[in-house]
């Protein structure tokens, strides 16, 4: 069996990524809201019965997670932790531009804990921050947010911006 690689949130933002991902073989479970087909896992991530039983469902069907990548809005649940605990491998942590916000500097560190005292699970952080145009600035588009994270697993950085943080004052 090859590697098993699990996508929480890949119905929206990150469709694009799950495209590719299903296109380098192996085994791809996709855990969302709208989760359908043999891959899908239909849960809410803010249900903690809802989301521990999918995650289960996954492993069952498809063994061990060695890739994980999740966009969760918010680590104030119990979710991530409960994806990391089964991570053997890799977990890109995809987060949203607050992370970069110059005016809370500790968020990173605290999206990371959500893996201590976890071993055998190796954090990735993928920021998603915005582009600067001739007229402004604008969010990232789900094809650019997909291509950053593709590119982010392909490449193993402990840390990826995908777009811009700086100048903070330039975002949309």
Not at 31 to 43: I, Q, V, Y
Request: aromatic share 6%; glycine share 12%.
């Amino acid at each position: 069996m090859g590697a098993h690689t699990l996508v929480v949130g890949g119905t929206g933002m990150l469709s694009g990524l799950c495209e590719a991902l299903a296109g380098d073989g192996g085994r791809l479970s996709l855990l969302s809201r709208r989760a359908s087909g043999p891959d899908g896992f239909a849960c809410d991530y803010h249900d903690r019965v809802s989301f521990a039983a999918a995650l289960g469902a996954a492993i069952a069907r498809s063994g061990p997670i060695d890739l994980a990548v999740a966009w969760f809005h918010t680590l104030k649940i119990e979710a991530p932790r409960l994806l990391a605990e089964q991570v053997q491998g890799r977990l890109f942590q995809v987060l949203g531009s607050a992370a970069a916000d110059p005016a809370h500097p500790w968020r990173l560190e605290t999206a990371r804990k959500v893996v201590e005292d976890l071993p055998g699970c190796e954090l990735r952080q993928v920021v998603l921050g915005f582009m600067l145009e001739p007229d402004g600035s604008r969010w990232l588009t789900n094809d650019e947010i997909s291509g950053g994270v593709l590119e982010a697993v392909r490449a193993d950085r402990s840390l990826t911006i995908i777009g811009q943080t700086q100048p903070w004052s330039a975002k949309p």
